[in-house]
């Protein structure tokens, strides 16, 4: 089995608001394609980064543009101030939408810092969890 990385081989940084890393989002083992939902999850566990504001409110700071809060959303992690869902912009930017527009769509109520945070978070989450999501080990 090969592992390939959707659509492109690469991160394409050709302007700021395409750099999407769509690879950290939809990684493809032969026709299996990573949920950005499964991502969520990992975010939730991001827990070294995470600090807890509060004993009685439980609304966790996962970075500095995404909260999860009980209360919010279920306790999926949301764009502070919003409740607008992490896993909803990441499934936006996995296919291909601008950032502009995405923010548009949003009617500002993300930024593109946020967008490019949740991004960066989602890749850290792929990389400290990708091995957990392998169908099957590779050959040598």
């Given at each position: 089995m090969r592992i390939g990385w959707a659509p492109c081989g690469r991160v394409m940084r050709k302007n700021e608001q395409y750099c999407t890393a769509i690879l950290a989002l939809h990684c493809v083992w032969d026709d299996f394609i990573f949920s950005t939902k499964l991502l969520t999850d990992q975010l939730l566990s991001h827990?070294?980064?995470?600090?807890?504001?509060?004993?009685?409110?439980?609304?966790?700071?996962?970075?500095?543009h995404i909260v999860s809060d009980p209360e919010i959303c279920h306790g999926q992690p949301t764009f502070r101030g919003t409740r607008i869902m992490v896993w909803q912009v990441l499934d936006q930017v996995a296919h291909g939408m601008a950032w502009e527009t995405i923010v548009a769509e949003w009617q500002g109520g993300i930024s593109k810092e946020a967008i490019a945070e949740a991004v960066n978070l989602a890749n850290q989450a792929f990389v400290k969890h990708a091995n957990e999501y392998v169908l099957e080990p590779i050959s040598a």
């Open positions: 827990e070294s980064n995470a600090i807890e504001k509060s004993d009685t409110m439980k609304q966790k700071v996962i970075s500095r």
